[in-house]
């Protein structure tokens, strides 16, 4: 867990494309878009690589919000791993719902590689969202 | 011997939860279930069988027995010295009132389950006995009758209006000595009621299938071809062991978090695939035959073998009830000769 | 566990200011199957990787773990070091602590902790990471091109010059394209034949190229240096062996139908050449429109054939060949105008296509040079161009700009002048765009030399009015309503792709963008690259472009092709997905998500008891495979993996970092 | 009832005398008035044991993934529900059409023991048999007679497909649909989804809690038809032994997932689930939420196409923020 001061300080796993969004979150730091570290990233070859059940592992281990960032419809490098993942992932944010985990925890952003501004900014805004939500008590296992 | 008016139940689930967690039957949704009682809970005392044996107080499906971390030298810490709180089980049935001994059997036998233990002997048994039978209720073939529960520690005789409690152990004694201000004395009179309402009971059960001699006849039943047809149907859930309340197998899991972890035991079936998986690959239960087979030569055969002639079925119903696929022990116990009355 | 060796680089200050390398050394020091952590100011450097060589040897390493700038950055480079030391270079992982974690954090402590998080999970992951190998595949020493226009014949010139034989294949019964079509190029106005037949004839006589005019591309399997290719030759009911092309068949053919080279302002016969300079220089019998064919009657052509060359009988030919590379270069197509009733076009003769109107410019065309009206024969004195008709027009046409269209509206307007003295070219814009080599001196030689009028506007409407055409218009600049009346109109209809292009693209496994033109590989980087290797891109098939840009990228996609083929074999990736076969149910969920088709279903014979049973399970052609995972997620049962990214290695990963 | 059942006898005879299949997958009765489980049938004489009466409710199909490797062919007899889960295993590519004879039966729904032990005392039951619109209830001390609408299963109310949807021979005309099907066919669902969301987290949690992990819910489904269940590996773990909610809202997320597009509705997991859990619920949000991203579909219909999530259109909308 990130160091906490005072409140609450989430744990935010961003699992991320090797083409776009990984390189948006490279071309972040290179030109010092700041976010705050609660945001961790895994690198995956593809949204579409990205299985359900890593996204549900993240949240039992203590994810307070996990987010899966690919390349823009149209514009994945495997020609349609992001139009799979953008199926697989409504169905699964519409269940989490459904079941009453909040949404909101769970997001699917497509952020480029020449997208380092918007990386920081989604990091920010998801950041600061499922901080505002508290811990992800729901799906988190009790150890 | 005391009594209560079923009326006042309210004021008896008041003063038992004071005595420690007080766990009893109630419907919530579609089934009937043990859980911890609370102030705006009401007993079902009517269902016979919770959905779930009340075995899992001493027996929990899932249970931490160890918890380790690395740090400089590796630190264990048994956490089965820590299980047992003072609880009160209300409403067990006398099938599984007598499955609670077939359990200490395995349990207490040595090597003693410490937390097992520990949680048996901080729980007070409180038996329910039952009036009516269930169309598959078979408890009378194992010899268990329907009004009485030798091993609980107090039997809740059920006489039509009110409940007559009897103690049958220094545990239930001292509890219904504490229960004085709620409980009227019974009379010789309410005696005879529970004598009468015991005696009623014991007609309108039926035994269904005799078991007479038969773990002896299944000594050489291993081989037979019986087992090649029957598994068929088994769809290999977990229905019937998880439902069961002598079934008894885990698996130990270890949950590693790191350089800390938990080793877990947790419920198993020996319905499932994976049950007798061994590491390297191999499964000396390799199909669902050889895995229906065990379950029923270790109710039948295995166990009785072990422990002194006794089966491991208290004739509860429930995997008659609900096998999805109608795959019970009162077929199989007919099949292999042990039948006196079908319907 | 793996005895696991930990990398930490300061790099310089750009990690040592924000992480705290120290306690970052001895938390990893604590990590599970860790024995070896140490700390380099550059472990880029030769002093860094000879710290790793040295320590996998000294500390009997089995795995290195890295922390430092992104694996976009020098994970190759790490991968040879620890491959020098004698372990397989994917035993190493790579945790990003400068791009994600020390250049956008500040908190030095926060940060440190997101540091030991990502070592953590960098280490948990090459625990469980495996050797992989690279295989070598051969390659077919033989480049196909799709598409006989200036890209396709460029692209075939040029891998042919480096010594590949190439099958140049092009749907018209002549080689040439859209070149052949225009009079001039702009901003020299060198005239298009004079440059692009040689090139059409070095085709012809190069031994190295094999022209399949009239034929298009069937079916493509296959991969990377091991393409298999099947085109159909359409039936010509001409023996190409026997004809001479002396052309009397098509002077003597009865059936005229509309010339498509000259887009219907002449006609051609059914026996046919698209153009006079065509190469191969043997007609076609068109026989959708032959009277043998449509009536069963006539066989004129065989009649006067001096060589016995017609022959009806002939059917469509298949042929199956390999190749190491393609080429896609299907150019496009002018823009349809049915959306655009408001220009009258195809309502009054004299409004012409700019296309139409260059092969009224042209020596050889309808008019034989001249620049007259359709309607009257006679030469128009005002003409109105009309820009981006379908361009720029997100409502009813294509968003994008057509590229070329203000450039050989320019050329128009000059030689509008050129041809016509005292004809005034009025042109109506929205913007003029002219990057370019001489390109805005070329348009301003339009309006200072040649008294073109440029008027910034939308026409939004042009009358037929007797003999002339009123155009009706705002001027933009001055807010003025603007009604011109001409002798004739030309729309710049926009560049669309080429009819068919999404077919092919499916053909190729190669993706299209939203208006079907092909997509390059990397925007900037991979230009004429596409998504799948093997296959380039070279001239509009991939969007709106000039000649000169064609033929650059024509000539890329021959340098890249050259490379490719000049290589013993390829190196495969192997980061791809492979099929654990005992759990494979056999369902092919994995084949349906495959944008490679690199699955495949195969039986397998296994013992269950004393039987041998068949089942099928997939099976992954790893040369197709490139390593994007959807399988694996499609696969329920866990039976398809992604070497590399294992399940098994994301989730620990994915439990590592949660810790 | 007695015309149908000789009508399932005859045929399962035939076919067995003739050779055409080696074994008959159909129901036969057992020893209480509501167990009607699914009998093998390999020789003509066996085939007297055959009945299909209101209880005929377990689908059969399941049982082909393994007997269609042991037969040559295999006569299966299926309800609509039923054989729509043909259609799963064929879509599936776990089954090949001609390997199975399959014999269509029309079905007006199943009954619910459970709704005809509340309204009778269940140990004096001796049969429930249909005769027309009615139920006859046959009892230790007479007889009565019900509407069979009111005693179905709730997952027949709301049945879409009564008649086979494949099949080589239909034995008896096509039955109706039920009217007011598609309004009930969400409703439970929307009843859900209106309420807030931690009502929503503590309504199905509480379902939840009941859950044993007894898998029977996704061993009696035709579409949980893996060779090996990632449920059941050790390797990545993918979910835990332990029972508590975290690992139970895994296994009934995935579980669910697994199925997305592939539901084609039999509501057997539900009628099964010895806990009393309303997967169906959870199903049917999903097919729910398919129909409104992705265009409607009904799964086990069409075994040639592509399930849902096995395709994709470029223009796709997004369940969730795609900016």
């Known amino acids: 867990m990130p160091v906490t001061r005072e409140g609450f300080e989430p744990l935010i796993v961003a699992f991320c494309c090797n083409w776009c969004s990984y390189a948006g979150a490279d071309l972040a730091g290179t030109s010092r878009q700041t976010y705050p570290s609660n945001v961790r990233v895994i690198r995956v070859p593809c949204s579409g690589r990205v299985n359900p059940g890593f996204i549900i592992r993240a949240f039992q281990r203590g994810a307070d919000g996990v987010l899966v960032a690919g390349c823009h419809p149209g514009d994945c490098h495997y020609h349609s791993g992001n139009y799979h993942a953008r199926r697989r992932f409504t169905i699964l944010k519409q269940m989490l719902d459904y079941l009453g985990i909040e949404p909101e925890r769970f997001q699917v952003r497509w952020i480029s590689g020449s997208e380092g501004a918007k990386f920081s900014a989604v990091m920010n805004e998801l950041t600061e969202n499922v901080r505002k939500l508290g811990p992800n008590r729901k799906l988190r296992d009790a150890r | 011997m005391k009594k209560i008016a079923k009326t006042k139940l309210q004021e008896l689930w008041q003063r038992l939860s004071a005595e420690g967690a007080l766990h009893l039957p109630v419907r919530s949704d579609r089934v009937v279930e043990f859980v911890r009682w609370q102030e705006d809970v009401s007993a079902d005392l009517d269902a016979l069988n919770a959905f779930l044996p009340p075995k899992k107080y001493f027996y929990p499906q899932t249970e931490t027995v160890l918890k380790y971390q690395f740090e400089d030298t590796l630190q264990l810490t048994d956490v089965s010295s820590l299980a047992g709180e003072k609880t009160i089980l209300f409403g067990v049935r006398p099938c599984d009132a007598a499955a609670f001994s077939l359990m200490d059997k395995v349990y207490l036998g040595e090597p003693v389950d410490e937390a097992y233990r520990r949680r048996r002997e901080s729980t007070v048994v409180i038996a329910l006995g039952c009036l009516e039978p269930e169309e598959t209720c078979f408890c009378l073939a194992f010899d268990i009758d329907p009004g009485k529960a030798p091993g609980a520690d107090l039997l809740a005789a059920d006489t039509g209006t009110e409940l007559v409690f009897i103690a049958q152990s220094s545990k239930g004694e001292e509890l219904l000595a504490k229960l004085n201000g709620v409980l009227q004395e019974a009379t010789s009179g309410d005696e005879n009621k529970v004598k009468d309402a015991q005696e009623r009971a014991r007609e309108k059960y039926v035994t269904r299938v005799s078991v007479h001699g038969l773990a002896e006849k299944l000594d050489t039943f291993f081989d037979s071809v019986y087992w090649d047809r029957l598994y068929r149907r088994c769809i290999a859930c977990g229905t019937c062991t998880y439902l069961c309340p002598t079934c008894h197998c885990f698996d130990l899991q270890e949950y590693a978090a790191g350089r800390s972890g938990e080793r877990i035991r947790c419920w198993d079936a020996c319905m499932f695939p994976d049950f007798t998986q061994m590491a390297g690959g191999h499964n000396p239960r390799p199909t669902q035959k050889e895995r229906v087979r065990q379950r029923f030569m270790h109710k039948l055969n295995y166990f009785p073998r072990q422990h002194g002639g006794e089966y491991a079925c208290v004739g509860c119903g429930r995997c008659v009830r609900q096998c999805p696929v109608h795959l019970d022990i009162l077929e199989v116990i007919r099949e292999m000769g042990g039948a006196v009355d079908g319907r | ?659 | 009832m007695s015309t149908a059942n000789g009508k399932i006898r005859s045929s399962a005879a035939e076919a067995l005398a003739e050779g055409r299949v080696t074994l008959v997958l159909g129901w036969r009765k057992k020893d209480f008035w509501w167990q009607s489980p699914v009998a093998f049938v390999e020789s003509a004489a066996e085939a007297e044991q055959l009945t299909f009466d209101p209880f005929s409710v377990y689908n059969p199909v399941k049982y082909l993934l393994e007997a269609a490797g042991c037969h040559e062919k295999v006569g299966v007899f299926v309800k609509g529900c039923d054989s729509r889960g043909i259609n799963r295993l064929l879509q599936d590519k776990r089954l090949e059409r001609e390997q199975v004879l399959i014999f269509g039966l029309p079905c007006s729904g199943m009954v619910d023991p459970v709704k005809i032990r509340a309204a009778f005392p269940a140990p004096k039951i001796c049969e429930v048999a249909r005769d027309g619109e009615e139920l006859l209830v046959r009892l230790s001390d007479g007889q009565e007679r019900v509407q069979t609408a009111d005693f179905l299963l709730e997952k027949c109310l709301t049945c879409r497909h009564p008649n086979p949807v494949v099949y080589d021979r239909l034995l008896w005309e096509r039955v109706p649909v039920r009217s007011g099907v598609d309004a009930l066919r969400f409703a439970r669902v929307s009843s859900v989804a209106q309420q807030q969301i931690q009502e929503r987290y503590a309504y199905w949690t509480r379902q939840f809690s009941r859950c044993i992990r007894c898998f029977a819910c996704r061993n009696t489904c035709p579409a949980c038809n893996c060779r090996s269940c990632i449920f059941d590996q050790a390797e990545p773990r993918w979910l835990g032994k332990a029972s508590d909610m975290s690992d139970t809202l895994n296994y009934q997320i995935t579980r669910a997932f697994h199925v997305a597009g592939r539901c084609f509705e039999c509501g057997e997991c539900e009628r099964i689930c010895p806990a009393g859990i309303p997967l169906q619920e959870l199903n049917r949000r999903l097919i729910m939420d398919i129909d409104k991203y992705f265009g409607p579909y009904e799964a086990g219909l069409a075994p040639g196409d592509l399930p849902p999530l096995g395709t994709y259109r470029g223009e796709d909308p997004a369940g969730f923020d795609e900016s």
Request: charged share 25%.
């Open chain 3, 1 to 659: 566990m793996r005895r696991t060796g930990v990398f930490i680089c300061w790099c310089g200050s750009n990690i040592a200011a924000t992480v705290d390398i120290d306690l970052a050394v001895a938390a990893a020091k604590k990590m599970p199957g860790v024995v070896f952590a140490d700390q380099n100011k550059y472990t880029c450097s030769e002093i860094g990787q000879e710290m790793i060589r040295e320590a996998i040897r000294t500390h009997r390493l089995e795995r290195v773990v890295v922390a430092a700038c992104s694996p976009r950055m020098h994970e190759n480079t790490f991968r040879k070091t620890v491959a020098a030391a004698g372990l397989n270079p994917y035993f190493l992982e790579i945790a990003n602590i400068r791009e994600q974690c020390s250049w956008v954090h500040k908190d030095k402590e926060t940060a440190t902790d997101k540091a030991i998080a990502l070592i953590r999970t960098a280490v948990a992951k090459a625990a469980r990471n495996e050797a992989l190998f690279a295989s070598e595949l051969p390659i077919e020493r033989r480049a196909l091109v799709i598409g006989g226009g200036i890209a396709g014949i460029q692209a075939a010139l040029d891998i042919a010059e480096n010594g590949f034989v190439v099958d140049l294949v092009e749907k018209e019964p002549s080689i040439g394209g859209r070149m052949a079509q225009l009079d001039k190029t702009f901003p020299t106005l060198d005239c298009s034949a004079c440059i692009l037949t040689p090139k059409m004839v070095e085709v012809a006589q190069s031994e190295k190229i094999t022209i399949f005019s009239y034929a298009e591309v069937e079916k493509v399997e296959g991969y990377v240096g091991n393409f298999t290719v099947t085109v159909r030759s359409r039936a010509r009911s001409v023996d190409m062996g026997k004809c001479t092309g002396c052309g009397d068949c098509m002077l003597k053919c009865p059936v005229k139908v509309d010339s498509e080279f000259d887009l219907g302002l002449i006609k051609r016969r059914a026996i046919y050449t698209p153009f006079p300079q065509a190469v191969p220089n043997k007609p076609a019998i068109d026989r959708e429109n032959c009277r043998w064919f449509t009536a069963g009657k006539c066989r004129v052509c065989e009649k006067v054939c001096p060589a016995g060359a017609i022959d009806y009988s002939q059917e469509d030919e298949l042929r199956t060949e390999k190749y190491g590379a393609i080429v896609v270069a299907t150019g496009f197509d002018p823009k349809k105008l049915d959306n655009y009733g408001e220009y009258a076009y195809g309502k009054h003769p004299d409004v012409l296509t700019s296309l139409e109107f260059e092969r009224l410019l042209n020596a050889s065309g309808p008019t034989g040079g001249k620049i007259l009206r359709p309607s009257n024969g006679r030469p128009p004195k005002n003409v109105a161009f009309i820009q981006c008709v379908g361009s720029r027009d997100k409502a009813k046409g294509n968003p994008y700009c057509a590229k070329v269209c203000c450039m050989y509206t320019a050329k128009h307007a000059i030689l509008l002048c050129e041809k016509v003295p005292g004809a005034r070219p009025f042109v109506f814009y929205i913007d003029v765009r002219t990057p370019g080599k001489d390109y805005e001196e070329f348009y301003n030689r339009a309006y200072e030399e040649f008294g073109a009028t440029y008027i910034k506007g939308n026409v939004s409407k042009v009358f037929p009015d007797g003999e002339k055409l009123l155009v009706r218009s705002v001027d933009a600049l001055s807010g003025a309503l603007v009604e011109l009346e001409v002798d004739m109109v030309v729309l710049a209809n926009s560049v669309d792709a080429r009819a068919g292009a999404k077919e092919l693209a499916q053909k190729l496994s190669i993706t299209t963008n939203a208006y079907n033109f092909f997509n390059e590989a990397h925007p900037k980087l991979r230009p004429v690259e596409t998504h799948t290797a093997g296959i380039f891109l070279a001239g509009t098939c991939q969007g709106p472009k000039d000649i000169p840009e064609t033929v650059a990228q024509a000539s890329a996609a021959a340098v890249k092709v050259a490379a490719l083929l000049g290589k013993d074999s390829l190196l495969s990736n192997p980061t791809v997905a492979e099929v654990n076969e005992k759990l494979c149910t056999g369902d092919m969920s994995c084949l349906a998500v495959c944008p490679y088709g690199a699955i495949s279903e195969k039986m397998l014979e296994e013992r269950r008891g004393r039987e041998t049973v068949r089942r099928k399970v997939a099976e992954v052609n790893m040369a197709l495979c490139q390593g994007c995972g959807a399988c694996t997620v499609a696969c329920r049962p866990g039976a398809i993996n992604l070497k590399g990214f294992t399940n098994e290695q994301i989730m620990a990963e994915v439990e590592a970092i949660c810790l």
